[in-house]
């Protein structure tokens, strides 16, 4: 084999999986048809669940020193402020990270082709994906560069290679949906306004909408939003032409003093047919796209990566049965296709262009959603949602309860609780997920002592966690609503895979051997 997996696409989504199998030793490639990174970007919202995961790629403070914290979301109706949403307030007890750090693509791309040279790899450029061919035990992938092709073997390949992927185009997959009518504008702009500064901006109007994001330096701001339809079939439109119906919405004070930047773009609402045929796999934009609301795409293209990476490396390293594999499908799509029904529905509400919509939109729904953004609870659900910190896998097979615990308490599937525990009895309280290791699974036992990790079926897959008896330990198991006794046994990517009261080794030994369907390496 050439390599184990070949990585066709050198977006976020691409980077994000080259890094995560560099980090566990599997050998890979990553190609891409263009000449260098992208310089221009239109993603730029990174949620806190995609932060969790760059800390521990050991990317996170990078990201922070580019970005632009974003502490929380202002809704503007017909220039009128309706509501405000403190996403510090509302994910404080969720994450490290309750805010969305407003950091372009570009950026992304930047940090996470950086982290590639610690594991030896480099981005292929200028290399295409003309040609594969499936066998029982191998993809022949044939490469065109400079016009010369050549062919290679890989074990598997992973198309994060956009919207029009070849990987999928090749495979026969199809990829139902269909554009939106409206065409997007994205400016990056030096403004002056009613925009409360440090915070997202949303702006409702009768025929649209438009949104600000905070970015680094003084008074910049990303500006999106929808051409108004007297420009959306004109190919000279700039800039200036828009302002008009900014001002008329946003306001008389709204004053733009520069524009580095300006362009325009439609967006599609697609889902490929299937994630996965035979060898290769879809991720991210190459398996589906959707509309810009809630700053949602490029997080959830990074979190496909996330969940597949260390199946595979488990697959290529001999520790686990490529059934295995299926379960990123599994897993994946219905996240997909769920985030795709949502934001279309939200979209197409908030762009309808009838004079009904209109109202619903600027008084109905306005005043709806500010009434909600008061209450607590509400903020802190509208916290999990958009920050990804609350997608679960509850339906998955490799989500198991051995003994049912309480409703209120974290289930088989979900993304574990972020908690500060003594690990040690005389010890500080530490940030826990500070010391789980992501390359292994993690078992953390409450109330009960721990086994020899000999005796869990995972050899050296696995760090055990024993939590001590200690107030400040009840207190924070009592706030995450954990029963003791209780254990959780946590996939690599943090989700429960196995959890209950009582722990007792030979059920972790069943759960391996039954979701790995090979004993691990050193078990």
């Known amino acids: 084999m050439d390599a184990d997996v070949l990585i066709v696409g050198a977006g976020p989504t691409g980077l994000m999986l080259a890094n995560q199998l560099g980090r566990r030793g599997v050998r890979a490639r990553i190609i891409d048809r263009h000449a260098g990174p992208a310089l221009q970007t239109r993603a730029l919202g990174v949620q806190a669940r995609t932060l969790e995961i760059y800390a521990h790629l050991g990317v996170a403070a990078r990201a922070l020193e580019l970005g632009k914290q974003g502490n929380g979301a202002n809704l503007w109706a017909e220039g009128r402020h309706m509501a405000h949403v403190p996403l510090g307030a509302a994910g404080r007890d969720i994450t490290p990270y309750p805010y969305i750090l407003i950091l372009g693509q570009d950026d992304n791309e930047k940090i996470m082709g950086e982290r590639l040279r610690d594991w030896n ?23 065109k560069r400079d016009g ?22 090749l495979n026969g997959i199809t990829f139902p949906g269909a554009p939106y009518e409206h065409v997007f504008f994205v ?5 002056t306004g009613s925009m409360v500064a440090d915070e997202v901006n949303v702006y409702l109007w009768r025929s649209g909408f438009h949104l600000f994001f905070p970015m680094r330096g003084k008074d910049h701001w990303r500006l999106v939003g929808i051409l108004p339809p007297g420009l959306r079939h004109r190919d000279d439109t700039g800039f200036d032409d828009v302002i008009p119906s900014l001002r008329s919405e946003a306001g008389a004070g709204l004053a733009f003093k520069a524009c580095s930047w300006f362009s325009t773009y439609r967006i599609h609402h697609r889902s490929a047919a299937r994630f996965r045929e035979r060898r290769c796999f879809l991720l991210g934009d190459a398996a589906h796209i959707h509309s810009p609301v809630g700053a949602q795409g490029m997080n959830t293209g ?13 697959v290529v390293q001999g520790r686990a049965d490529a059934a295995l594999l299926d379960t990123y499908e599994d897993e994946r799509m219905p996240v997909a296709r769920r985030l795709l029904n949502t934001t279309d ?9 009838n004079w009904l919509a209109g109202l619903l939109r600027t008084q109905v729904l306005a005043r709806i959603m500010a009434f909600a953004m008061r209450r607590e609870r509400i903020q802190r659900f509208a916290f999990r949602v958009i920050s990804q910190t609350g997608i679960h896998y509850r339906d998955s097979r490799l989500s198991l309860s051995a003994a049912r615990l309480p409703d209120c308490a974290p289930q088989a599937g979900d993304r574990f609780p972020w908690l500060h525990l003594k690990l040690q009895a005389n010890g500080a309280a530490e940030d826990l997920f500070g010391k789980l290791d992501d ?4 078992l953390i036992a409450i109330g009960q002592p721990a086994p020899p990790a000999d005796a869990c079926g995972l050899g050296d897959m696995l760090r055990i966690h024993a939590i001590p008896d200690d107030s400040i330990n009840d207190s924070e198991l009592a706030r995450a609503r954990i029963p003791g006794p209780s254990y959780f046994l946590l996939r690599p990517d943090g989700h429960i895979g196995l959890c209950g009261a009582d722990l007792e080794p030979g059920a972790i030994k069943r759960y391996i051997s039954t979701n790995l369907g090979c004993a691990p390496a050193g078990a």
């Open 187 to 191: 400016a990056d702009t030096e403004a």
């Open 439 to 442: 390359t292994k699974f993690n």
């Open 121 to 143: 790899l480099a981005v292929e450029w200028n290399t295409e994906l003309v040609g594969l061919a499936q066998a029982s035990d191998r993809v022949t992938a044939t490469l």
């Open 302 to 314: 990074l979190q496909d990566a996330y969940n597949l990476a260390w199946k595979l490396a488990l």
């Open 148 to 169: 010369t092709t050549r062919e290679i073997a890989v074990a598997w390949v992973a198309g994060c290679d956009g919207a029009r992927s070849p990987v999928r185009e």
């Open 345 to 353: 529905r939200g979209f197409r509400l908030v762009v309808a262009d």
